[in-house]
T-cell receptor, first 114, second 113 residues
C-alpha cells in the first residue's frame, strides 16, 4: 500500500523568501504524484502533478516540484513567496490498479509573515 | 463553469438522524470520490465510483453509503450518524480513473451532536 509523509506540520516564512515543502512517499512502482493547496475555507486545488518524463514539473502560481526516485521525494518549491500563498499544502500519491485512489499526506500549513 | 458542487455546505445534526450530502459535477467525469478531512489526519477516501452503478469502498467506509445512478451525481448517505463522523467532507471528480486532475468540491462541514 502506498503512503505519504509530509515531515513539516507547520512552516513560517517571510514574504519574498524562498520555500520548500517536503514530501516523501512509499510505493513499490512508479508513482503518480500530486501537490494540492487548500486555502482557508476552500476546497483543494491542484498545483502540479508528475506522471512520467521530466522530473522537474512546473505548476500554477509559480510553484515547481522535483521528483527524486532515489530519495522517494517530491518536494514543492517556490523562489519567492507571496502573502497569498498562505494555505495548507497536501502531497498525494496515486496507485495503479483497480482503485487508482489518491493517498494524501497530513498536510503542511504555511504561514507567511509580512 | 466547470465545477463540483456539494450541498449542504454546513450541517449540524443529531446522532441517528439519517442524512444525505449531495455531490454533483457538470464535467461529464467518470470517476467520483468522497473524502473526509480531519485535523492531523489529512484526507482519507471513504468511497469512490468509477462510473454509473460502479462503486467501491475506500479506506474509511464504515458508517457511510453511496450510490451512482447518474453520471453527474454521487450522494453520500449517513444512515445513522454518530459523533465520530463529525468532519469536513469533500467530493471530487476526474475525467477518468487514470489520474487526470481531480476537481474538488467546496466541502461540507458536518457536526453530529
Amino acid at each position: 500500500a502506498q503512503s505519504v509523509t509530509q515531515p513539516d506540520i507547520h512552516i513560517t516564512v517571510s514574504e519574498g523568501a524562498s520555500l520548500e515543502l517536503r514530501c516523501n512517499y512509499s510505493y513499490g512502482a512508479t508513482p503518480y504524484l500530486f501537490w494540492y493547496v487548500q486555502s482557508p475555507g476552500q476546497g483543494l486545488q491542484l498545483l502540479l502533478k508528475y506522471f512520467s518524463g521530466d522530473t522537474l514539473v512546473q505548476g500554477i502560481k509559480g510553484f515547481e516540484a522535483e521528483f527524486k526516485r532515489s530519495q522517494s521525494s517530491f518536494n514543492l518549491r517556490k523562489p519567492s513567496v507571496h502573502w497569498s500563498d498562505a494555505a495548507e499544502y497536501f502531497c498525494a500519491v496515486g496507485a495503479q490498479g483497480s482503485n487508482y485512489k489518491l493517498t494524501f499526506g497530513k498536510g503542511t500549513l504555511l504561514t507567511v509573515n509580512p | 463553469e466547470a465545477q463540483v458542487t456539494q450541498n449542504p455546505r454546513y450541517l449540524i445534526t443529531v446522532t441517528g438522524k439519517k442524512l444525505t450530502v449531495t455531490c454533483s459535477q457538470n464535467m461529464n467525469h467518470e470517476y467520483m470520490s468522497w473524502y473526509r478531512q480531519d485535523p492531523g489526519l489529512g484526507l482519507r477516501q471513504i468511497y469512490y465510483s468509477m462510473n454509473v452503478e460502479v462503486t467501491d469502498k475506500g479506506d474509511v467506509p464504515e458508517g457511510y453509503k453511496v450510490s451512482r445512478k447518474e453520471k453527474r451525481n454521487f450522494p453520500l448517505i449517513l444512515e445513522s450518524p454518530s459523533p465520530n463522523q463529525t468532519s469536513l467532507y469533500f467530493c471530487a471528480s476526474s475525467l477518468t480513473i487514470s489520474y487526470n486532475e481531480q476537481f474538488f468540491g467546496p466541502g461540507t462541514r458536518l457536526t453530529v451532536l
